[in-house]
């Protein structure tokens, strides 16, 4: 996919759309399951960490794909899954941080022990084109992506481009012209070597002090958008940020509840800022 969209066949592209879909309507994942009868064994209060004090839920503990119900530990699905997601454009395009993020949703269906948005719809606006993302836990349609009528997990990325549409969902893709604005077009060849898995390249990292191909200073660039989108959404409103000082702009509200509220004794690294 990174191959095809720099091979520019797709000419300028203005908008990319980026989706995750799942259907865990009404229920979710059951009420009635929090509790302060932990488990022998367990040491509760260092699990919980510096989040909230809560209740225990075997639930939260269960394994990692249930933390995406609780915000205190995931900042729910969207951070859960949009960084395999919008990855893709970041990297085929080398997006910088986007200016302004715009973000909508809520609990609105599911009613059960979790405390996550069910619907959440994000506007990023980067100098050159935008960036959507749709996430939804009550409707699992999968747009070009469906496949049948069963009810399940499904993703999908856009990029519309003037000469035609990619569309990919990781499995396969698809491009779509524009007329005949790719005739005579050919699918550039392979040039980005193949993953040799993320497990032996952490250890090759870690012999030869090299980077992974996945790094922090790339990441961030994935990172801070998704959790700049959970924020506006809490907040209502639209968020500009400023690339070149990393820092939200004009909104001291914003700007203090990006930085986490460490529980005591833990302290938040603020060197880190």
Known sequence: ????????????????????????????????????????????DMWVGPAPMQPFNPN???????????????????????????????????????????AIGGSYIIKDDSDVYDNHEVIWRYPNLTMTWMMSLTNSYGFDFLRGQESRRRLGIYFHGVNGTLYTDYDSHKVLPEGNRMDGMETPPPTIPPSPGHELEWVECIKTGKQPSCNAEYHIKVDIPIQLSVLSMKLGRSIRFDPETERIVGDEEAALLAIPEYRDPWKFPAEYM
């Open 60 to 102: 939260l503990v269960k394994d990692a794909f249930y933390h995406c119900f609780w915000n205190d530990f995931s900042g729910g699905w969207t951070p859960g899954m949009a960084p395999h997601i919008t990855d893709l454009p970041i990297w085929a395009l080398d997006l910088d941080y986007p200016a302004e993020i715009s």
């Open 1 to 44: 996919m990174v191959e095809l969209v720099r091979s520019g066949n797709l000419g300028d592209i203005g908008t990319i759309r980026t989706f995750f879909v799942m259907n865990e309507a009404p229920n979710g994942i059951g009420s009635g399951n929090n509790t302060m009868n932990i488990p022998k064994g367990l040491d509760w």
